[in-house]
C-alpha cells in the first residue's frame, strides 16, 4: 500500500518508516511494527492542562443556602420546599437550537413538604437525601456515582432511573451541570493510547498501547483530570462496538496506524456524559487532534455520531458534552457499494438458471403460478412464506421496520435545524441511500477476517 | 445486432444531491432527488432547459415521482422520504389541462393504509403500519397504487380520493417489502415485486392475486409491464433481468448476465413499441435490451456512481430541433446528480 506521503499535514517521515514500509509488501503473518517517534522537529507542546470546570463553589453554595431556607422553614412550622424543575424538550428540536430554553418546554414546578400526595412526600424525601449526598460529596470532595446514590436505600428511591432522572432534573433546577454536583455516572467508556493523563489528585495514569488489566482503561470524569500529555499522537477514533476497540487495542493499533500514533476511544453504543465531556474537552484544550468517528452503517449508528457531535436532548443543559468537529469515518454507503464482494457480486444463485445460459436462446421454464381459472376449480391463491436473502456477506442485512422508522426520524432531527451544515447534509445523504438500497451494515463489513487495521490506515491517512 | 446510441445532452448537477428517480411526460421529464425541490425539465428543446421547480415539496427528499406510461401527461404524483405522498396536476390559469405544475392532493403518512377517503386528515385507517415506497400511476391517470414496506399494494382512486383496492402479500402486515410496483397499460393488473425475490401480479377487475412469480432469489427493485401487456420484466439484486409471460404466468427466461458479477439493477422501463427494455444499475451503467433474445444491446455509462433512474422518452413525432434525427431517446440519473440524454444513431 503506498504511504500517502503528499497528504501528510506536518512532519515528514524520515528513514526508519520507508524501510518498515517495504517490509510491509512481504509481511504475510501482519506482524506490525510499531512506529517510530518523528524526528526532532520542533514540535508544540504535547502537555496540557485542563481548565477547571464548571461551578462546583455555585452548586455548593445554592445547595447550602437551600437546605438552611427548609431548615428556616421548619422552625418557623412553615412548608418545606424544593424547587425542581423537570426539562422537557419538544421532539425535533435541535439539541444546539434550545440553548437558553427556547423551544423547549419546563414545568416549574416545587416539590413540598407536607405534600399533596404520598407521592410527593416520597420524592420529597429522594431529593433531600440526594442533596444530602452530593453537599457531603462536594465538602469531602469526592465523587458519587448514580449507582452509590440508589443503593443507599433502594426502597426509597425505587429504581435507579428514577435516580438518574432526578439527579438530572436538580442540577438543571440549578442551573449546573451533574458534574458540578460531584455526582457521576459509573464509569463505561475505554480508552487507549500512547498518552498520559496526570489527575488532581497527584496520580498519573499512562494509558498505554494495548489494554492493561482491570480497570486501567476507563476514561475518568474530566474534573479530576489536571494535565494531559499527547505526546505525538494526531489523531482520536470513537468506536461504536466495544468488540472493535478491544481487537484495535489488543493489536497496539494506537501505535502500529500509518496515520501516526493515536487514541481509540469507546462508548460502548450509546455515548455516556463522563465520555462526552472528556472528548469535549480533550478537542477544545487541544484542536488540532483529529477526532474521527467510527459507527456501523445504520441509523442507529448515525444517531450515536450525532450524539457524539451534538448532545442529546435529554441533557441539553449540560455543558462542553459536545463534539461538532468530529468526523464521520465510517461506515458510509461507498464502502458497501463500492466492495465488490457485496453488492458486486453475486454467484448466479438463482436455482433455475442451470446451463441454459449459455446459448443466447431462453428456456422456458416452470415457476409457481396460480392462473386465475374458473370459479369451480379455482384455489385460494397461497401466499408463499418468504425469507430475507441472506447476502453472501453476513455483515450486511435487510433494514427492519423499526430501523426504517429510526432513520425517517433521525431524518427529521437533522432537518429541524435551521440551515443544516455540510456534515448535516452528509449524514441526510447517507441515511437517504440507506432507505433506498435497503441495507444496513456492520463495522465488521471492512473488515479483513476480523483486522480491520488496513481499512482504517487508508482512511485515517487522509 | 446491436444498436448505436450518442450521449445526447446532460444536464449537469441538475439537483443539489443524488437523483432518485425520473418519470416523463409527452413534453417534460420530472426528476425527484435528496434535496427537497422536484424539477421538471422540457424535453422539448435540444438543451432540456430547466421548466419549473417546484420548492419544498417534500421536506426530507423524494424518493419516487411517477406519471402515466402511455398517458396524456398531465397527472404526476411523488412519495417523500417521510411517507407522504403528493399528487400533481398540470393545469393552466382558467383550469384548463397543460401549464403550471401544481399540488393537488396530500395523503400524509397516518392516512396511507386507510381503505376510506383521507384528504389532509390524519384518519387512522387498517393497516397503518408500513411506509409508503413505490407508486405507479394508470394510463388514464385515474388510479394510483402504492406500496408499502409490510408487502401491502394499496390502489387509489385520485378522482374519488379513495383508496379502493389492498392486496396483502403477508399475514396482516408481515409480508416482505414490497419495493416495486406497475400498472398494465390496459388497467387491468397490478404487479408488485419484494425483498424475498417474489414477484405478484393481481387482477384488479376480480381484486385478487393471480399469479405468484419466483424465479429471482434477491430482493425486487423494478418491476414492468411491456406496453402490449404481454410481459412482465422483473430485476433487482440478482443483476438479470427475468421475463415473465402475462398470459401464462410463466417465467420464459433471463437476461444474459453481463459478467459474473452483474450489479444491482434499480430501475427498468420498456419503450413505446415493446422492442427494447431499458436498464439502469448501480455500476452507474444503463442498458439497452433486446427482450426476445435476452441479449444486451447497448451500454452507456457517464461515471460509475449509481444510477437510481432510467427512463425512455415518449416517442415524438417531430425532431426536437431542425436537421436532427428522430431516434428514441432515453435518460438516465443518479449519484452524478445530473441528468443525461441518449439519442438512437439512425442512419440518416
Not at chain 1, 17 to 38: C, E, N
Not at chain 1, 199 to 217: E, K
Not at chain 2, 125 to 130: K, P
Not at chain 2, 246 to 273: C, F, Q, Y
Request: aromatic share 6%.
Amino acid at each position: 500500500m503506498p504511504l500517502p506521503s503528499s497528504k501528510r499535514r506536518q512532519r515528514p517521515i524520515s528513514g526508519p518508516k520507508s524501510q518498515v514500509q517495504g517490509s510491509a509488501r512481504t509481511r504475510v503473518l501482519r506482524r506490525r511494527q510499531p512506529l517510530p517517534h518523528s524526528p526532532h522537529i520542533p514540535a508544540p507542546s504535547s502537555l496540557v492542562s485542563i481548565p477547571p470546570q464548571g461551578s462546583h463553589d455555585g452548586a455548593l453554595s445554592q445547595i447550602e443556602s437551600l437546605l438552611e431556607s427548609i431548615l428556616d422553614a421548619v422552625i418557623n412550622g412553615a412548608d418545606l420546599v424544593i424547587p425542581y424543575q423537570t426539562a422537557r424538550s419538544s421532539p425535533g428540536v435541535s439539541p444546539a437550537a434550545s440553548g437558553a430554553g427556547g423551544a423547549r418546554q419546563m414545568t416549574t414546578e416545587v416539590v413540598k413538604f407536607p405534600g399533596r400526595n404520598i407521592q410527593e412526600v416520597k420524592r420529597f424525601d429522594a431529593l433531600l437525601r440526594i442533596l444530602e449526598l452530593s453537599h457531603e460529596a462536594l465538602l469531602t470532595g469526592n465523587l458519587i456515582t448514580k449507582r452509590n446514590i440508589y443503593y443507599q436505600n433502594t426502597e426509597l428511591f425505587r429504581s435507579q432511573s428514577a435516580v438518574n432522572d432526578m439527579v438530572d432534573n436538580l442540577a438543571f433546577t440549578l442551573g449546573v451541570g451533574r458534574g458540578d454536583l460531584n455526582i457521576v455516572a459509573a464509569a463505561r467508556g475505554l480508552i487507549a493510547g500512547p498518552i498520559d493523563v496526570m489527575m488532581r489528585n497527584g496520580a498519573t495514569v499512562h494509558y498505554g498501547h494495548g489494554l492493561s488489566g482491570g480497570n486501567g482503561n476507563l476514561i475518568p470524569p474530566i474534573n479530576s483530570v489536571d494535565k494531559v500529555d499527547f505526546h505525538n499522537t494526531r489523531w482520536l477514533l470513537v468506536i461504536e462496538k466495544e468488540a472493535t476497540f478491544r481487537t484495535l487495542a489488543n493489536s497496539g493499533y494506537s501505535s502500529t496506524s500509518r496515520a501516526g500514533h493515536g487514541i481509540l476511544v469507546t462508548a460502548k453504543g450509546f455515548p455516556d456524559l463522563v465520555t462526552r465531556r472528556f472528548l469535549s474537552t480533550l478537542h477544545s484544550v487541544r484542536p488540532q487532534l483529529n477526532v474521527f468517528a467510527l459507527v456501523d452503517f445504520d441509523p442507529h449508528g448515525v444517531s450515536i455520531l450525532r450524539t457524539f457531535q451534538y448532545g442529546s436532548q435529554r441533557l441539553d443543559h449540560e455543558e462542553n458534552v459536545t463534539l461538532p468537529h468530529l468526523k464521520w469515518l465510517g461506515i458510509r454507503s461507498l464502502d458497501i457499494m463500492s466492495r465488490s464482494s457485496i453488492i458486486m457480486s453475486h454467484s448466479l444463485q438463482d436455482p433455475q438458471s442451470g446451463d441454459s445460459q449459455t446459448s443466447q436462446e431462453f428456456s422456458s421454464q416452470g415457476s409457481l403460478a396460480y392462473p386465475l381459472g374458473s370459479s369451480d376449480d379455482e384455489r385460494p391463491a397461497k401466499r408463499p412464506k418468504y425469507n430475507y436473502p441472506r447476502d453472501s456477506n453476513e455483515s450486511v442485512a435487510p433494514l427492519t421496520r423499526d430501523d426504517r422508522k429510526k432513520a425517517v426520524s433521525v431524518m427529521k432531527q437533522i432537518c429541524g435545524e435551521r440551515g443544516f451544515d455540510s456534515a448535516g447534509l452528509e449524514q441526510m445523504q447517507e441515511l437517504q441511500r440507506m432507505l433506498m438500497l435497503n441495507v444496513k451494515a456492520e463495522i465488521q463489513t471492512v473488515d479483513n477476517f476480523g483486522d480491520i487495521a488496513d481499512w482504517l490506515d487508508e482512511r485515517l491517512s487522509v | 445486432m446491436s444498436k448505436q446510441y450518442l450521449t445526447a445532452h446532460t444536464v449537469d448537477q441538475a439537483h443539489p444531491t443524488e437523483i432518485f428517480s425520473l418519470a416523463p411526460t409527452p413534453t417534460s421529464l420530472f426528476s425527484a432527488s435528496g434535496s427537497s425541490a422536484l424539477r421538471i425539465h422540457a424535453t422539448t428543446d435540444p438543451t432540456f432547459p430547466l421548466q419549473q421547480t417546484i420548492p419544498n415539496a417534500h421536506k426530507l427528499g423524494c424518493h419516487h415521482v411517477c406519471t402515466a406510461r402511455g398517458g396524456a401527461g398531465y397527472v404526476a404524483a411523488t412519495v417523500g422520504f417521510g411517507g407522504e405522498i403528493k399528487v400533481w396536476k398540470c393545469k393552466d390559469k382558467d383550469g384548463n389541462l397543460g401549464g403550471e405544475w401544481a399540488l393537488q392532493w396530500e395523503m400524509t403518512p397516518s392516512s396511507n393504509g386507510g381503505k376510506n377517503a383521507a384528504t389532509n386528515a390524519p384518519g387512522r385507517g387498517r393497516g397503518v403500519g408500513g411506509d409508503v415506497w413505490a407508486i405507479a400511476l394508470s394510463t388514464d391517470e385515474s388510479f394510483l397504487a402504492c406500496t408499502t414496506s409490510d408487502g401491502r399494494i394499496h390502489v387509489w382512486d385520485l378522482a374519488g380520493r379513495e383508496c379502493i383496492q389492498t392486496y396483502e402479500t403477508g399475514s396482516s402486515g408481515g409480508g416482505s417489502f414490497a419495493m416495486a410496483v406497475d400498472l398494465s397499460r390496459d388497467g387491468r393488473l397490478t404487479a408488485s415485486g419484494h425483498e424475498s425475490g417474489a414477484v405478484y401480479v393481481f387482477n384488479n377487475d376480480a381484486g385478487r392475486l393471480v399469479y405468484s412469480l419466483s424465479g429471482l432469489a434477491k430482493p425486487i427493485r423494478a418491476v414492468a409491464f411491456s406496453p402490449g401487456g404481454k410481459l412482465l420484466a422483473a430485476a433487482g439484486n440478482a443483476g438479470i433481468i427475468a421475463l415473465y409471460s402475462v398470459e401464462h404466468g410463466e417465467h420464459v427466461g433471463n437476461t444474459k448476465p453481463s459478467s459474473d458479477r452483474p450489479a444491482w439493477i434499480m430501475s427498468l422501463d420498456w419503450n413505446d413499441t415493446g422492442d427494447y427494455l431499458l436498464s439502469g444499475a448501480l455500476d452507474g451503467r444503463v442498458k439497452v435490451w433486446d427482450p426476445t433474445r435476452g441479449i444486451c444491446l447497448a451500454t452507456h455509462s457517464e461515471t460509475d456512481g449509481a444510477l437510481w433512474s432510467v427512463r425512455w422518452l415518449p416517442r415524438n413525432e417531430r425532431a426536437l430541433a431542425p436537421g436532427m434525427s428522430k431516434g428514441e431517446m432515453f435518460c438516465a440519473a443518479g449519484a452524478s446528480r445530473s441528468i443525461s440524454f441518449y439519442r438512437e444513431a439512425t442512419g440518416s
